[in-house]
């Protein structure tokens, strides 16, 4: 009877090893999306938070909200919430989207398009919640490089546009 039972808890910590092994070598753009999908189903307080702010309007661009935008284009949409500094209520939420293709004006002034075909969209919001909460400021990236101003409103209107 505890040879069965001892095969039992074996086998069932080895399922767990492979499935736990094959989560940490998987790409970030599946992994992701679990992590998402786990913090918005066990963590209310995150959930609350995540929903307020995708449902916050665009800056430049009241139209539309955040997840309106966001959530229009690409495959696999994300939005993970992590703490910066829990006593000053500072967090980051990670918005991350997959295979998004962008045609985005240059800020050199020239009229020319720059292309990005299947691009990883990735957009952090640092946010204050308390008495008053607010977004303190929006990074984006697209393939892992920084955007400056110009491109972060580009990504915004053109996603916007093409909803």
């Known amino acids: 009877m505890i040879n069965k039972i ?3 808890v074996g086998g069932i910590l080895i399922v767990c090893l ?9 790409p970030n753009q599946y992994s992701y999306i679990i992590d998402s ?3 918005m189903l066990f963590d209310s307080e995150a959930k609350e938070i995540i929903e307020k702010y995708q449902d916050a309007k665009v800056v430049n661009n009241t139209s539309y909200t955040y997840k309106q935008v966001l959530e229009g284009a690409p495959k696999n949409p994300s939005w993970i919430l992590e703490t910066v500094n829990e006593a ?3 967090y980051k939420l990670i918005y991350n989207g997959y295979k998004i293709n962008f045609e985005l004006e240059k800020d050199d002034g020239s009229g020319d398009l720059q292309v990005y075909t299947n691009a990883h969209l990735c957009v952090e919001f640092y ?3 308390g008495e008053k909460s ?3 400021s929006i990074s984006v990236y697209i393939n892992g490089d920084l955007q400056n101003d110009h491109y ?3 990504v915004f209107d053109f996603l916007a546009q093409n909803l």
């Open 127 to 129: 946010i204050t919640e």
């Open 18 to 26: 492979v499935v736990f092994g094959i989560y940490k070598i998987m």
């Open 6 to 8: 001892c095969r039992v």
């Open 152 to 154: 972060k409103q580009e």
């Open 134 to 136: 607010v977004i303190n």
């Open 37 to 39: 999908k786990l913090q």
């Open 88 to 90: 000053e209520g500072t």
